[in-house]
């Protein structure tokens, strides 16, 4: 069949889709687990969640789906100094993004408040739990 492919085969999946994770708190777990439970593999976007977080959605995510999901975390070094970003650059992408909002007639999102990502305690928690 055209769906058993190697990396269907590899992440244990029936179909080889893979959601993307919406990262910014625009994930869910409905979202996730409906993918997964259909054959896909669901992604849950955690960039911005503190380890305890990750432990909460990921009991979650597993109490919805007993299938393979993904918890994704972002790891860069061109992030935002100090997890600030001015508000001339948030209403540079609000713009940038406002027509995609606008099709899929959702409000823009309110900025977001600094955060510093710890990716070390991020992929300790994910590892161990």
């Known amino acids: 069949m055209w769906y058993q492919t190697r990396a269907s085969k590899i992440l244990g999946i029936k179909y080889p889709v893979l ?3 919406f ?6 777990i409905e979202l ?10 669901g ?10 977080e990750i432990i909460q959605i990921d009991q ?3 109490a919805a789906t007993d299938k393979p999901y993904n918890i994704n ?6 992030d935002a100094v100090n997890g600030e970003v ?10 940038l993004f406002k027509p995609y909002f606008d099709e899929a007639g959702i409000a823009l999102p309110d900025k977001p ?8 305690n991020q992929v300790e928690v994910i590892l161990y739990q």
């Open 86 to 95: 001015s508000d001339e650059q948030f209403k540079v992408a609000q713009q």
């Open 23 to 28: 990262g910014g708190n625009l994930s869910s």
């Open 32 to 41: 996730v687990s409906t993918v997964s439970n259909a054959g896909g593999l």
């Open 43 to 52: 992604g849950y976007g955690a960039y911005t969640l503190s380890p305890h």
């Open 73 to 78: 975390l972002w790891v860069s070094d061109t």
């Open 19 to 21: 959601q993307g994770p």
């Open 60 to 62: 979650q995510i597993k």
């Open 113 to 120: 408040a600094p955060f510093k990502s710890q990716f070390e």
